[in-house]
């Protein structure tokens, strides 16, 4: 479906919609508007380390198990999602967390390394045409210490999704003012 930008821009700010119109006309197909506030893009189920769900080689427990009730003392209830991840593969978008809802600094959940640092932004799934609210989950790589993703993988913590496997696709719906999406640079690389 064709993606009509300037109908769309003239019910927001040119300068706050730009940026999705330039990725719409350059990846027909991936990324397309779905409103004037949410974006819509396709991905992939792929396998991940399994350190959220855990326990895993690194972790004798769950990631997600330790930090869920330090993120809920400083304001984010993850308790009404399921606790692991869904690992979705946007190839060959990237993206970046610029305002994300929540950034929590110095999260000591681990004995095994140094504190992290974590960001969250409200996204939604489409799986088999069912709609699920999630949060992408983005440890900073500068504080990590192991199991790095690419920028092309999104982390995300979700409700249950029945009979999801690896390799469905997926509707990733996100807000473009917290998390920006970009196509591939033109020399084919990923990131723009």
């Known amino acids: 479906a064709a993606i009509r930008c300037a109908s769309i821009q003239g ?18 197909g991936r ?3 779905m409103s004037a506030k949410w974006i819509s893009m396709h991905g992939v189920l792929v396998q ?3 350190v959220a769900s855990g326990p895993s080689k690194d972790y004798p427990y769950g990631a997600l198990e330790k930090q869920e009730p330090i993120f809920k003392r400083r304001g984010l ?7 692991g991840t869904l690992n979705i593969d946007i190839r060959p978008m990237t993206f970046e967390l610029r305002h994300p809802e929540f950034t929590f600094r110095d999260v000591r959940w ?11 932004s409200r996204c939604s799934l489409i799986h088999r045409h069912v709609k699920y609210d999630g949060w992408i989950y983005f440890p900073h790589p500068d504080t990590k210490l192991r199991n790095f993703q690419n920028p092309s993988l999104l982390e995300v913590i979700a409700q249950r999704i029945p009979d999801i496997r690896h390799g469905d696709e997926i509707e990733v719906r996100l807000n473009p003012r917290r998390v920006e999406v970009r196509p591939p640079a033109p020399d084919g690389r990923s990131g723009g």
Do not use: W
Request: proline share 7%.
């Open 48 to 50: 991940g380390y399994g």
């Open 77 to 83: 209830d993850l308790g009404q999602y399921f606790n």
């Open 31 to 33: 990324i397309s508007v």
């Open 110 to 120: 681990t004995d095994l390394h140094p504190p992290e640092d974590f960001s969250f």
């Open 11 to 28: 019910m927001i700010r040119k300068s706050n919609f730009a940026p999705i119109c330039r990725i719409a006309r350059r990846i027909h």
